[in-house]
């Protein structure tokens, strides 16, 4: 099984600051969703510039949205074809665009 690469105290420390911008990004992002400051069709327009944003899990996406849980946004994943993994920068064009008409057209919501 191969190892994980070494880093030195300098790369290690660098590393938790991404990851810790990386995290804290996506849950401003998911912070401005719930509060309707944040438009989907904008968050998925920032993902393809900002690799912190792309990371985030659709999953994650759509429990932010106002109305949506994790029952609710698991069942619109399924309904759409997204596996439970899928990050935005991994969504399929299809995919993406199945996502936005059933996020934003209101007769399209219920799951």
Aim: glycine share 10%; aromatic share 0%; net charge positive.
């Amino acid at each position: 099984m191969p190892q994980a690469p070494r880093l030195t105290a300098e790369q290690r420390t660098r590393a938790l600051a991404g990851a810790a911008a990386a995290r804290a990004a996506r849950a401003d992002a998911r912070a401005r969703l719930k509060a309707g400051e944040l438009a989907v069709p904008e968050l998925l327009a920032r993902a393809e510039r900002d690799p912190q944003l792309g990371g985030m899990r659709v999953s994650a996406l759509i429990a932010a949205l106002p109305g949506y849980g994790p029952a609710r946004s698991a069942a619109l994943m399924r309904r759409l074809g997204i596996a439970e993994s899928r990050r935005i920068r991994g969504l399929g064009p299809k995919q993406r665009v199945a996502l936005l008409a059933s996020v934003t057209d209101p007769a399209e919501s219920g799951v």
